[in-house]
């Protein structure tokens, strides 16, 4: 029902920022909680940030508070993901996810991109 693609991702040096987009398509896709994800090599999918429907609840991991911001335009269907300060350790695949639940930070979404790689180098 719900088709996510990502884009943006690219290769930095760490202190670096990069941007990250999502553009949704599907029905009632602009009152889908969402949120992005990242994988590791050799780790699981790790939830990095999220966003409720309306753009009024956000939420972060530890790890990128401070740093990230997540953001949705529903009327472009858009959601978007500002990386700040980036360090190696943030390098991996990005994805965005949906959900009409409300799921957090935990990597169980209905529906997911294909994903887009950073690589923060030293």
């Known amino acids: 029902q719900v088709q996510l693609v990502e884009s943006g991702g690219g290769s930095v040096q760490a202190g670096g920022s990069l941007r990250l987009s999502c553009v949704a398509s599907?029905?009632?896709?602009?009152?889908?909680?969402m949120g992005w994800f990242r994988r590791a090599p050799g780790k699981e999918r790790e939830g990095v940030a999220c966003i409720s429907w309306t753009g009024g609840t956000t939420y972060y991991s530890d790890s990128v508070k401070g740093r990230f911001t997540i953001s949705r335009d529903n009327a472009k269907n858009m959601l978007y993901l500002q990386m700040s300060s980036l360090k190696p350790e943030d390098s991996g695949l990005y994805y965005c996810a949906a959900d009409w639940r409300g799921l957090g930070l935990s990597p169980s979404y209905t529906y997911w991109g294909q994903g887009t790689r950073v690589t923060v180098s030293s």
């Open positions: 599907g029905a009632a896709v602009s009152r889908s909680h």
